[in-house]
């Protein structure tokens, strides 16, 4: 039996690079507003306030259920919580 490596669990995950790639921007983006969001000090429902999400959107976003966030949607969040979002776009080495 072979061994296959991968550069992120989500290129072993997911079933093209597309979508590798969506996911790998997706968790950046979470752990960096949980990151924000936490150093706030704050309760759940004061920084969903902050952020003008619902709580149990904030407990979503805290508890990393990635499944509930479009890309677009964390990059507003992002936003919102002070970050600035830059992408890098270049060729495939493939």
């Known amino acids: 039996m072979s061994e296959q490596r991968f ?4 290129d072993a995950l997911e079933n093209s690079p597309a979508e ?3 996911m790998k921007a997706r968790s950046a983006l979470m752990i960096a507003i949980r990151e924000v969001v936490d150093g706030w000090k704050l309760t759940q429902a004061d ?11 904030m407990n979503d976003l805290l508890r990393g259920r990635i499944d509930k966030f479009s890309l677009d949607a964390l990059m507003i969040l992002a936003m919102d919580a002070g970050l600035t979002v830059e992408w890098r776009v270049g060729k495939s080495a493939a």
């Open 7 to 10: 550069d992120s669990i989500w």
């Open 20 to 22: 590798a790639a969506n």
């Open 47 to 57: 920084a969903a306030k902050r952020l003008g999400v619902t709580q149990p959107r």
